[in-house]
């Protein structure tokens, strides 16, 4: 049976990681200990975290969810604590409107390695210093949906288990093999027989129907930071230049789209 706790006291130390704790906070929660916490949103990705492994600390839920929509949650970790109140008073508390009326405070897991999780791969993405977020999100609900195997991120990049960024995914940051890489990521990649495809507006690229690209047996498609796109140098040691031909004088996409566009040519 569920630990259900109604809220009466805002200050309650418990409550710290829902309320009073940054994101950057809960990274370094245990430290010098653990991985650390992340806080997901919504039972529709609680559920896709539980799945995937990861270990709920607590949850924070309202009210009139218990013996619904949270319901499935709660039954299968019923030592886990669990806050209450109405709609108002979370919204209060946290300062947003819960998605779902459902958040979980879950215990981060030590990253694997590039190597590890590219081993069997065919198909990857590389996130260059893409630091929004929703962007984050975005792109791993494309990757997932669309046959990326694993996504790589260099440590400019948004966190994928920052709140925004796991809810806007869907969940699916937890189903995608991710980790992020330090700068010899292309290095590790070549070794491993991948060809590199940066997605960059250059005239000197080919098409993202070009043959030989989707014919290349491993394939990471590279994508950059928002507005100033991929780094020079990043793109000259990549294999291929790609862009994504543009009508009615459009000069770019939103990397997220760009993200989608790519891995449906590509995935396939």
Not at 237 to 265: E, R
Request: hydrophobic share 45%.
């Amino acid at each position: 049976m569920a630990q259900i706790t109604k809220i009466t006291d805002f200050s309650s130390p418990q409550l710290d990681v829902y309320a009073r704790l940054s994101e950057n906070q809960l990274f370094h929660y245990n430290e010098p200990y653990g991985e650390g916490l992340f806080i997901a949103e919504s039972p529709n990705v609680i559920l896709r975290a539980l799945d995937a492994g990861y270990t709920p600390l607590s949850f924070l839920v309202e009210d009139k969810h218990i013996e619904t929509q949270a319901a499935e949650i709660l039954s299968r970790c019923p030592d886990t604590p669990v806050y209450t109140a109405e709609f108002s008073v979370l919204t209060q508390l946290t300062g947003f409107k819960l998605t779902r009326g459902m958040l979980a405070a879950m215990e981060r897991k030590p990253l694997p390695s590039l190597q590890e999780i590219c081993a069997d791969c065919r198909r990857i993405a590389v996130l260059e210093n893409v630091m929004n977020p929703t962007n984050i999100g975005a792109i791993f609900r494309s990757a997932a949906a669309l046959g990326m195997e694993a996504v790589i991120l260099t440590n400019g990049c948004s966190n994928p288990l920052y709140r925004r960024a796991s809810r806007v995914s869907m969940g699916t940051v937890f189903q995608i093999p991710w980790t992020f890489a330090d700068d010899s990521w292309q290095d590790a990649l070549k070794n491993m027989g991948f060809k590199t495809a940066a997605m960059a507006l250059s005239d000197n690229s080919v098409s993202i129907d070009n043959p030989q690209l989707m014919a290349e047996e491993k394939l990471a498609i590279v994508l950059g930071t928002e507005g100033d796109g991929l780094a020079l140098q990043t793109i000259a040691d990549c294999d291929y230049t790609v862009k994504i031909p543009m009508a009615h004088g459009v000069d770019s996409l939103n990397v997220a789209a760009a993200s989608a566009v790519a891995f449906w040519q590509l995935g396939r």
